[in-house]
């Protein structure tokens, strides 16, 4: 095969340099289109890191905006719950003198009001009424005062907690808008 690929050019009219001449213009012509894509790739690459560095710096500032958002609701709402637990506090205080030791003694909490109270708590049937129902619970009005008092006082904390999450969400979402 060798042999007559060497008999083809020492033997016939054309010469070394005549079958070169393609090969050499093929070579440039590959050059010259991988100069011209290697300017636009090296051009796309440029634009990419240019794209990604503003990515990068939009991130930072969506991350510094949403932090200062955080802080921001945080403290509200928890300067909040503070006061609602403060008034609550005072409420409870306040109790013996708004129910006394007389109006325990004269009105009573029967076992039946207390099943219903639980149950209101925890989202349960109360069951049906007994004679047992109809006999005083061991909770003076006082103390039934005090843990109304407190209840209310905690759902109260709960609310401002879940209104203070939904202006946190709202502002997060405002800051990723912007950005």
């Known amino acids: 095969m060798i042999g007559w690929l060497i008999r083809l050019i020492c033997g016939s009219r054309f010469t070394v340099t005549a079958l070169l001449i ?27 890191a240019t794209y ?31 006061v609602v637990k403060e008034k609550g506090e005072t409420i409870i205080r306040e109790v013996p003198v708004y129910v006394t030791e007389q109006d325990a ?33 061991s909770l003076s009005l006082t103390e039934l005062g005090e843990v109304s008092a407190f209840n209310a006082g905690v759902c109260r904390q709960w609310r401002e907690q879940a209104l203070g999450w939904r202006i946190f969400y709202r502002r997060l979402q405002e800051m990723e808008d912007q950005y």
């Open 22 to 48: 393609p090969l050499t213009f093929g070579t440039a012509a590959w050059q010259f289109q991988a100069m011209r894509y290697s300017g636009k790739l090296a051009h796309a690459e440029a634009a990419l």
């Open 52 to 82: 990604q560095a503003q990515v990068a710096t939009a991130q930072a500032q969506l991350t510094e905006a949403q932090a200062k958002v955080v802080t921001k609701v945080e403290v509200q709402y928890r300067d909040r719950i503070k």
């Open 105 to 137: 003694s004269r009105f009573g909490v029967n076992v039946g009001f207390v099943r219903v109270y639980n149950a209101a708590f925890t989202g349960e049937s109360a069951g049906s009424a007994t004679e047992f129902d109809r006999e005083p619970a």
